[in-house]
Each structure stands twice: as structure tokens, then as C-alpha cells.
């Protein structure tokens, strides 16, 4: 029998797993906290070489947190599954989270370059609801991926495996069974269509109250508006693009409703762009907002009263006053609601309201585990604040950087030494051409050598200053600007030499012409075949070169030149004329003739700021906090009984419980293991980093009934989801449209056994069709109470389980013959 091997590589509230199948392995999300602490991901690392595919639930840190660095640092190449939003807001979490620690730490782990490159660079699938992917490529070929929606977060997806052999494999971690605002319901139900093989079932959060979420919205939105009636302000941790939205539209609709004055604002480094991004992706959210876009044409995240603001800068240009503030991060550990917690934690009129459950060990942790008391609670705070370099520190700073500087610069006159060389190498390749006919080789090597020279002088030129021209390899046109006044005269003579050793023998050349001045120099091409005149206004070849696109010349970044940014703007030069022609041994300050021309042109360009160093300061505070302290539920997750109804419901082969604390994983697997235990279900419950646990594989066999058995099968439906139906039937040849599965066919003979009834272990046993099969069997039976009566048996069932039947009387024949009737007519599978 086949198996697969399942690792629970990280616990807790950050999730990665792997699941390995023969010689491919799927890393099931890889999660991380907001301390990026790397010896937390040694259980994958140590396994990634074996890693073929990445798969991605969510797009908050606890389930893809640490991909940046795993692909960035660790080398991982698997590409990467997830539905759109998973990737798009996945970007915003770890860009917020990044900027976050940078201004709060020497943080080096990853850059905005490596966010980059993961989100947009790597390979990455994109799936949406309900859409199969079939994998017939490499070593995941016979895999089938479909994600379904999982609730909770945008994107968020319950995955559904399809290995090779015809197994299902159901990943279904932190699942909402509510319809909210901005999301549907999960229907992990409806995912299930065969009993699957196994199902992973995160448990996080499931013992937690059941919420009511009307009186939920209503209890938050009185807290609010009690605190800013009392002039406080109220501030709401919460994440960068996930569970914000509910909260967003929450706010946005009361607002509205009730034309609040207050303001209310979204504070993030990426709420902006957050918004943007949930504008294009209604088609993952609830289908009331579908509706409501398709028939207004109003998009919900075009906010009116809910302001955006990237910095606390905008937010100190509002009015003192109460006001509510949306802040990340939940857990105050990082953020702009740390700061905002220690500027207003110690007011009695404001409020501190959570909606998520925080990690174990933060700061929001320790304070939702405080309880109050005649006393408040007295917390110990680190502040670190980025404040710019002054005196003696910004003076060697700036030394440091200068000495960086030259060795960059060093380095970039290399590279522009090298991109000369390989301009000049373009150049002789353009006058080297094949001469005319009758031409001797000898001839056109010395006619090369001489019009190399001329090339070198204007190279040398050119990298000294005196000029600098590029090819418009559009008109055809070399424009040139001499900036010596001294040297133009000179340069012409140069330039009409050269031009006229190139037209002596190419078929490609270039004619020149100088105006009076000698500022500009202007060629076109033009072919120069004996008998061929140029049609007047051309621009181009008539026919031209097959290797025209390597005639053309790059600049240091690989894109076209085209000389156009090099013409400089007369108006430019006429203000910069004084500086020009000045003496340059005056003391009359003004602009190098060297630079004149430069700086005129970057003035049209957008001045950039330049970069303040800064250093860390950090100070341990002693803080009271005064200010009111609420906890309001909207984590979204299942609760333990629907999670256990379900589960009983799927009735999976195997089931692995992850995610939670060992309470909730221990208490689940008490109800699930007691529902389960007539099926024959293993409950499992790994621990983190523990030996990979062999899930044993059924062999299935898929059957194809031909039309006629199909007319023929009575179906019986069991359980509230699956069908059982008894068959008479040969194997037959293959049909030729199902050529990969086994036919089945009438047998041609009457089936051999009656009807057999099974018993739903939810809607229990009927009494009235035990009594039916009795009267078939020859056995009078009757009602008595809850009881059936046959002879001196009475059949009743237990008080606890209707899933089965009690048998008391007499040892007799009576009592085997009912016995035999009743487990002939019913089994349990």
C-alpha cells in the first residue's frame, strides 16, 4: 500500500508544512512571526533541496512570511501556487512589515529588492476559485491543484490535492464558516466530493466564544462613539491588508450612515496602495459586494470618511480632538500603533481596542492577559526612535561616505572605459565594411587603420569632455556639441576628414555637414553603390542592412540612444552664457565651463532629496497604563463545534489537527475521535519538528459503468453526502473514450441479495425499517415507547448514540434470529 509522509515543520500561529509522495514534496505555506528570528526556520531549511512546489493559503506573515528569505538567502527555486490576491496583498504584508523593522532596527535579513524579486520575479502560479490546475510537467506531473474559498482574508484559499494515484488531500488552515461584510462563507463541505485520504484541519482559535457578529459590530461601534463623545481617541491595531478591510468597511458604512464628524483614518505605510489593490479584486469578495458594483457601479473601497495616510506627518496635520485610528501592527511589537499606544496609553479617556488575537509574548499579549484590577498595569517599554546625525557623528558619516563615493566612482569610470572600448570596437566594425568591388584586402586594412586613428582621437575626445555625441539611429543624424569654444574650429577639420576617409570605401557611410559656428555636427546615412543617387528627403536605406540593429549604439543602462537628451536648451545655454565665457582663473564665483551645460539640463529634472543618515536611539520607558482596554472578536476563524460537524461530515481516512495551542489540538481530537471512531478514522495530532508520519494510502480502482449498469443502480444516499449502490457486474474491455479506466457491465443475471440499508451515524438508525426487515423475515414486531418489541427482544437504541441498537432478552433462537436479520440488513462504513 502506498503512503504519504506528513511534517508539521513549524507549530503554533505561523504554519508550514510538507507533504511528501513518492519523489516529489509540496511545502504547505511557510510562516513567520513579525521578529523574523532565522533559527525559527531551521526545520525548513533543512528540507528545502527537497521542496518542488510551494503552496500559499493566506497572505499574512503566519503563512508566507518567511518566502522572501527562503528564496532570497536560502536559494529556494520551487515555484510558488496561490490565488491572485494571496500574491498581491502577500507584496503588502511583507513591504509593511519590512518598513516597519527598518525604522525601528538595523534590519539586513532581506531589502525591498528582495521583495521584489519574490513577488514579481520568481515563478509563481496564479489560480482563482474553483479553477483546476493539472500539472503534466516534472515530477509533480499527475498532481491536480484547486483552491476554493477559504474566508477570513481576501484570496484566502482551502486547497484541495489530487495526487497522482487518485487520493484527495484537503489543506484547510484558518477558515471562517460566517459570511461577513467583504468575504462569503466557507464551504469546506462542498469541496469534499470523494472520501479524501486525508484532510489537515488547522484548529487555532476554536475554543474562543462563538461570536454573534451583529451584536459583535454593535458593542465595537458604542465603545467608539462612548470614547470620542468623552473627547478620547480610540486606536485599533490591526494588520496591513487582511482583516483591515472588514474593519474599513465597518467604519466606513456607520460613518455614513450616521454623517459622523469624527475623523477616522487608515494609518500604514501601504494603506494607500492597499485600497487600490481591493478595488480590482471584488471578484474574490462577497457576492453582496458583487452585486452592488455591478448594478451601481459603486465600488465599496472608494472611501469617503475612512482617510488613508501613509505617515504620522499626515496624521499630525489633523485637528487635535478625538479621533479613531486603524493602525498596524496587531501585536505592538513594531508599527505606527507601538508609537500611537505609547503616546495615548496613558489617558484615561482613550481606548485601546484589539480584534485579534495577538502572538504569544507580545506586547498585546501582555496586556490582554492582564487582569484588571484596583491597580493599573505598569508596563516596561523600549522606544527606539531614528533621528538624523548631528556635529562630530554627521562629520564622520559624511567622511566614511566620501571615501564609499570615490570607490564607486573609480568603479564607474571602468565601466565607462569599457562601454568607450566597445563603442569604438562599433564604430570600426561600421567603417570596415566590405569596400567596393576591385578593392584589395590589403587596401581596405590600411584604408581601416587610418580611419581607426581619426576614431581614437575623436574617442579621446569625447572622454576628456571636449565633446560628446551619440547616434540617431531614427534620422540617421550624429549630432555633436562642442563645449571649448577654442576647439571648434579644429574639430570640424577633424570631423570632415574623418567623414571623408569613411566615404572613400564603405557601402554604408556617413556624410557630415558643419554649420559655421562648428557647435554641431550632423551625418545621415546614405549608400553609396556607383550609379546610385539618394532620392531627395530620405531618412533611410532603401534597402537595408541585415545588421543594422548592431550598428546602433547603447548607453550604460542597454537602452537605444538617441541623441535627442543631448541637444541642449538654448534658453538654458543663454542664462549660463556668463558662466561659460568667464575667465576660468577669475575669482568671480559662477560655473565651470565643464559643468555649465550638465547642470543646466538636471535643473529640468525633479529635484531629489537627499538621503539624511540617521542613527537608533533606544530608551526603556516605565508606562501606566490608564486608557480603557477592549477586546472584540474578529479573527474570523471556525469554532470547535462546527469544525468537529464538518469534519464528522468529510469523514476523512486521516485526520491531522495543526495550528493551535495543545489545548485546542487536545480537545478536538477528543470530539473528532469520538465522532470518527465508527469510521474508522485516524486522528492525528503531530507535533512540531516530530518524525514525518506515514499517512497509508487506499488502493482505489476507477470504475466506469457502461450506460446500461447505469440505468440499472439503485442509489442509496448516506451520511448527508455519499452513496452506496449494490451491483451486479463483469469487468469488461476498456472504453474506447475511457481508455485508462475499467469498465463495468451488467452481468446478465438477477441480483443475488436484497437490498442492504446503511446506517447514517448522524441521523442514526430508523426503528421503522428494522421492523420492516423483520416482517420479511417472518418477525412480528411491535412499538412499545421508544422501544421495538419482537417476541422476548427489545430492540431500542442508545441514549447517547442512535448510530446503534441495543439488543436485551433471553439467550435464544428468537433472539440469534433477530440478530442475524438486523446484521444482515445493516453495516457501517
Known amino acids: ?303 469617503s470618511f475612512v482617510k488613508p495616510m501613509c505617515g504620522p506627518e499626515e496624521l499630525g496635520h489633523l485637528p487635535a480632538g478625538p479621533k479613531v485610528v486603524l493602525a498596524g501592527s496587531p501585536n505592538l511589537d513594531t508599527g505606527f500603533s507601538r508609537n500611537l499606544f505609547l503616546q495615548w496609553a496613558s489617558d484615561e479617556k482613550n481606548t485601546i481596542c484589539f480584534v485579534e488575537r495577538p502572538e504569544e509574548g507580545s506586547l498585546s499579549d501582555q496586556i490582554l492577559k492582564h487582569v484588571p484590577g484596583p491597580e493599573p498595569l505598569v508596563l516596561r517599554v523600549e522606544r527606539v526612535d531614528r533621528v538624523p546625525l548631528q556635529g562630530q557623528e554627521l562629520d564622520e558619516y559624511m567622511i566614511q561616505r566620501g571615501q564609499a563615493v570615490e570607490v564607486v566612482v573609480e568603479e564607474e569610470m571602468l565601466e565607462e572605459d569599457e562601454s568607450a572600448d566597445e563603442a569604438l570596437e562599433t564604430v570600426e566594425h561600421s567603417i570596415g565594411m566590405e569596400g567596393a568591388s576591385g578593392e584589395t584586402r590589403s587596401e581596405r586594412d590600411a584604408d581601416v587603420e587610418g580611419r581607426k586613428q581619426e576614431a581614437e582621437m575623436g574617442e579621446a575626445m569625447m572622454m576628456e569632455g571636449i565633446i560628446s555625441w551619440q547616434v540617431d539611429t531614427t534620422t540617421g543624424t550624429l549630432p555633436a556639441v562642442c563645449e571649448d569654444v577654442e576647439m571648434r574650429q579644429s574639430m570640424r577639420e577633424r570631423f570632415e576628414g574623418l567623414l571623408a576617409l569613411r566615404r572613400s570605401s564603405s557601402l554604408l557611410s556617413l556624410s557630415c555637414h558643419v554649420d559655421e559656428d562648428g557647435l554641431a555636427v550632423t551625418t545621415e546615412r546614405r549608400v553609396l553603390t556607383e550609379g546610385f543617387d539618394v532620392p531627395q528627403g530620405s531618412s533611410h536605406a532603401m534597402y537595408p542592412d541585415e545588421d543594422e540593429p548592431m550598428l546602433e549604439v547603447w548607453d550604460a543602462y542597454g537602452m537605444v540612444s538617441s541623441g535627442i537628451h543631448m541637444e541642449a536648451n538654448s534658453s538654458l545655454l543663454q542664462s549660463y552664457e556668463p558662466a561659460l565665457n568667464r575667465d576660468p582663473n577669475s575669482s568671480v564665483p559662477g560655473i565651470s565651463p565643464q559643468h555649465a551645460l550638465r547642470d543646466a539640463v538636471d535643473m529640468e529634472e525633479e529635484e531629489v532629496e537627499p538621503e539624511v543618515p540617521t542613527k537608533l536611539l533606544t530608551e526603556t520607558i516605565v508606562m501606566v497604563l490608564t486608557a480603557a482596554v477592549r477586546f472584540f472578536d474578529y479573527s474570523a476563524r471556525v469554532d470547535a463545534r462546527t469544525l468537529n460537524t464538518v469534519l464528522v461530515d468529510i469523514a476523512p481516512r486521516t485526520l491531522m489537527l495543526v495550528g493551535g495551542t495543545d489545548i485546542e489540538v487536545q480537545e478536538l481530537s477528543r470530539q473528532c475521535s469520538k465522532g470518527l471512531s465508527d469510521l474508522r478514522t485516524v486522528v492525528l495530532c503531530p507535533a512540531p519538528g516530530s518524525t514525518a508520519v506515514q499517512v497509508p494510502l487506499p488502493r482505489a480502482v476507477t470504475m466506469y459503468l457502461s450506460d446500461a449498469l447505469d440505468e440499472e443502480v439503485a442509489v442509496r444516499p448516506i451520511m448527508q453526502r455519499y452513496a452506496v449502490a449494490q451491483l451486479e457486474a463483469v469487468i469488461a474491455a476498456p472504453d474506447p473514450h475511457h481508455p485508462s479506466f475499467l469498465q463495468l457491465q451488467p452481468s446478465g443475471e438477477p441480483p443475488s441479495g436484497e437490498d442492504v440499508f446503511i446506517a447514517d451515524s448522524i441521523a442514526g438508525v430508523q426503528l421503522s425499517l428494522v421492523k420492516e426487515a423483520l416482517a420479511t423475515a417472518g418477525l412480528q414486531s411491535v412499538f412499545q415507547g421508544r422501544k421495538l418489541v419482537c417476541g422476548h427482544v427489545s430492540i431500542f437504541h442508545n441514549a447517547n448514540d442512535k448510530a446503534h441498537l441495543i439488543l436485551e432478552g433471553a439467550l435464544c433462537e428468537e433472539f440469534d434470529k433477530i440478530k442475524e436479520v438486523i446484521y444482515a440488513q445493516y453495516s457501517v462504513c
Open 1 to 303: 500500500m502506498r503512503s504519504l509522509a506528513f511534517s508539521l515543520l513549524r507549530g503554533g500561529q505561523s504554519r508550514s508544512h510538507l507533504v511528501q509522495y513518492e519523489d516529489f514534496a509540496i511545502l504547505l505555506d511557510c510562516g513567520w512571526t513579525d521578529a523574523f528570528k532565522v533559527d525559527e526556520l531551521e526545520p525548513i531549511i533543512k528540507v528545502l533541496d527537497r521542496v518542488d512546489a510551494v503552496i500559499l493559503s493566506h497572505p499574512d506573515l503566519h503563512h508566507l512570511g518567511a518566502l522572501i528569505y527562503l528564496i532570497a538567502k536560502c536559494g529556494l527555486k520551487a515555484p510558488v501556487y496561490s490565488t491572485l490576491p494571496v500574491r498581491r496583498m502577500g507584496e503588502l504584508f511583507m513591504t509593511e512589515a519590512l518598513l516597519a523593522k527598518q525604522a525601528e532596527s538595523d534590519f539586513d535579513l532581506f531589502g525591498m529588492e528582495e521583495v521584489r524579486q519574490t513577488f514579481l520575479e520568481h515563478p509563481w502560479f496564479q489560480l482563482r476559485y474553483s479553477q483546476l490546475l493539472h500539472i503534466t510537467e516534472g515530477r509533480l506531473s499527475g498532481l491536480q491543484l484547486t483552491p476554493y474559498n477559504a474566508g477570513r482574508m481576501v484570496g484566502g484559499a482551502i486547497w484541495k490535492l489530487v495526487l497522482p494515484d487518485g487520493s484527495d488531500l484537503i489543506y484547510a488552515l484558518d477558515w471562517c464558516h460566517k459570511r461577513e461584510r467583504h468575504l462569503n462563507m466557507a464551504l469546506l463541505s462542498h469541496v469534499v466530493t470523494n472520501r479524501p485520504a486525508l484532510v489537515i484541519a488547522g484548529v487555532a482559535g476554536c475554543l474562543s466564544p462563538t461570536v454573534n457578529l451583529t451584536k459583535r459590530d454593535t458593542e465595537l461601534l458604542d465603545v467608539i462613539l462612548t470614547t470620542l463623545r468623552g473627547d478620547g481617541s480610540v486606536l485599533i491595531p490591526v494588520d496591513a491588508a487582511g482583516r483591515v478591510l472588514e474593519l474599513v468597511l465597518l467604519l466606513e458604512e456607520f460613518w455614513s450612515r450616521e454623517k459622523m464628524a469624527y475623523p477616522v483614518v487608515l494609518l500604514s505605510r501601504t494603506c494607500k496602495t492597499m485600497l487600490e489593490r481591493a478595488q480590482q479584486q471584488l471578484e474574490y469578495m462577497s457576492n453582496h459586494i458583487g452585486d452592488t458594483f455591478g448594478t451601481k457601479r459603486s465600488n465599496p473601497f472608494n472611501l
